[in-house]
């Protein structure tokens, strides 16, 4: 729904800093089927929770920036549509022998569009075919032009306890150049019909670095806003995507590219507004007061569980229902009619599917872990990486030692984490940190001595080790549904 100017920089530092620059190749971990190890490593248990993205490809309306998975369609038959979703679901719940779901995050798309039968008919299957806890959040993507209070009161009967408003802009004109169907005071009216039903749970996307916005007409917006919103914030820098009509205008010349300084200098006055407005800096794009974050996104963060169901939906879990024993990444066929004729012959849609290893799952570890202010924990990393601690990895003399002398990165008891000043130059300080990790475990020390460590197994034909996919699996973390 918005642009995240991020992801693509984080999926291109981790493939720019990997030797080879992501190709296959015999990296350190190929063939060991294990972490580093000096003893065999015991099979975990299967992880009994994780989070849920469900993913509705459809729009009314193309925006000028978008390049989302997206249709515009005449009509949706939305039965069929709600089949292929509660089926899927039901199947990679199943697949994944996951016993509880944390969190739903309806995305999109314009999830605002399902109606709210659909969004309950998901909500059920999860809790049939595994708990749902009664306070899990249930988070729904909503659009200004179809979050009227009688339908946001009918997704709040399905069991939807927070929203996410696209707002983007407070401006008529700014929101015209993008494309967006809802006008300034129709988000201000959807904001505080939201606000009414789901108080203290209601966050909105706001997007800067439009083509020739200036510094004081985004302060301006953003002041708007915060005499607006709730306790959740989403700040995203407009990025230019090929194929949408606002690249296209831009690169052909009819519209000013933002310069990069005053980018920077936007989003530092944004984050010292909304500390001073009491918001928490959690995460990159993301602030939040009382406590107010998103647990559904910080567990794409923390690296934990989550299963993707719908088109083009991304997810990372252990298949342990079907003998898998490693993390995957994997991606639904993205086309909708495509994916439900999948859904509807074998019950899911997957179209790829990839064995992370070791190295691949600690560089997501380090790249989403040092988005959020707590940073990665001894204990988050311990749990990827059992034989090679944080302190062996960046606490010795090299890049991370350096960052941390410049003051922008710490290592303590607590872990490993940004500082404020860090946060803000995290695209640029990834490279080095992803870099000194592929060294370090490259290094003996970190390899399984010869004839001890786990045994390899048959991969089972999943390609284990054969190939890394594209990092835009990364870019799934967090989007979920591209
Ligand atoms: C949270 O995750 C959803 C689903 O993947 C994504 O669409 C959304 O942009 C994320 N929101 C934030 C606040 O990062």
Not at 174 to 182: C, I, K, N, Q
Not at 235 to 260: D, K, N
Not at 355 to 366: G, M
Request: glycine fraction near 12%; proline fraction near 7%; charge should be neutral.
């Amino acid at each position: 729904m918005a642009a995240r100017g991020w992801r693509p920089a984080a999926a291109a530092a981790i493939a720019a800093a990997r030797p080879g620059g992501g190709g296959p190749g015999p990296g350190p971990g190929s063939g060991s089927g294990s972490a580093p190890a000096s003893e065999p490593v015991p099979e975990p248990a299967a992880p009994a929770t994780a989070a849920l993205y469900v993913h509705w490809p459809y729009c009314r309306k193309r925006c000028s920036y978008c390049n989302f998975n997206k249709y515009v369609v005449p009509a949706v038959d939305e039965a069929a549509v709600r089949a292929c979703l509660v089926r899927e679901a039901r199947t990679l719940l199943h697949l994944s022998q996951v016993q509880s779901v944390t969190s739903v995050f309806f995305g999109g798309g314009t999830p605002s569009l399902a109606s709210p039968r659909t969004i309950a008919a998901v909500l059920e299957a999860v809790a049939g075919a595994a708990h749902l806890p009664a306070g899990a959040e249930v988070t729904l993507e909503a659009n200004p032009g179809s979050a009227g209070t009688p339908r946001l009161a009918g997704f709040r009967e399905a069991g939807v306890n927070r929203l996410s408003i696209g707002v983007q802009s407070l401006d008529d004109a700014e929101l015209r150049l993008l494309g967006r169907e809802h006008t300034a005071a129709e988000a201000q009216g959807a904001v505080e019909a939201a606000r009414g039903l789901f108080p203290g749970r209601t966050s909105v996307d706001l997007l800067f670095g439009l083509p020739g916005q200036s510094r004081d007409a985004w302060t301006r917006g953003l002041e708007a806003a915060l005499g607006l919103c709730d306790d959740h914030v989403s700040l995203y820098q407009l990025t230019l995507e090929r194929g949408t009509a606002l690249a296209a205008q831009v690169w052909g010349g009819a519209l000013p590219v933002p310069p990069q300084d005053l980018l920077a200098d936007m989003y530092q006055t944004a984050r010292a507004m909304l500390a001073a407005a009491g918001f928490r800096h959690y995460e990159v794009s993301n602030f939040a007061r009382k406590g107010a974050l998103s647990t559904h996104n910080l567990s794409y963060w923390r690296a934990e569980q989550y299963i993707g169901v719908g088109p083009g939906a991304h997810g990372r879990f252990v298949p342990w229902g079907e003998g898998g024993r490693s993390r995957e990444a994997r991606v639904q066929t993205l086309e909708p009619d495509a994916w439900m004729r999948e859904v509807q012959s074998r019950g899911h849609g997957t179209r790829r599917r990839v064995v992370l290893s070791p190295l691949e799952q600690l560089e997501e570890v380090l790249a989403l872990g040092l988005r959020t202010d707590e940073g990665i924990t001894h204990e988050r990393w311990g749990q990827f990486s059992p034989h090679l601690s944080l302190e062996a990895v960046f606490g010795v003399p090299g890049e991370a030692k350096d960052l941390q002398q410049q003051g922008w990165l710490v290592l303590d008891g607590g872990g490993l984490r940004c500082s404020w000043e860090g946060l803000a130059l995290l695209d640029s300080l990834l490279p080095d940190l992803l870099c000194q990790l592929q060294h370090r475990w490259a290094l003996p020390a970190a390899l399984p001595r010869p004839g001890r460590g786990a045994e390899e197994k048959p991969d089972g034909g999943q390609g284990r080790w054969r190939s890394r996919g594209e990092h835009n699996g990364l870019a799934g973390v967090v989007s979920g549904g591209e």
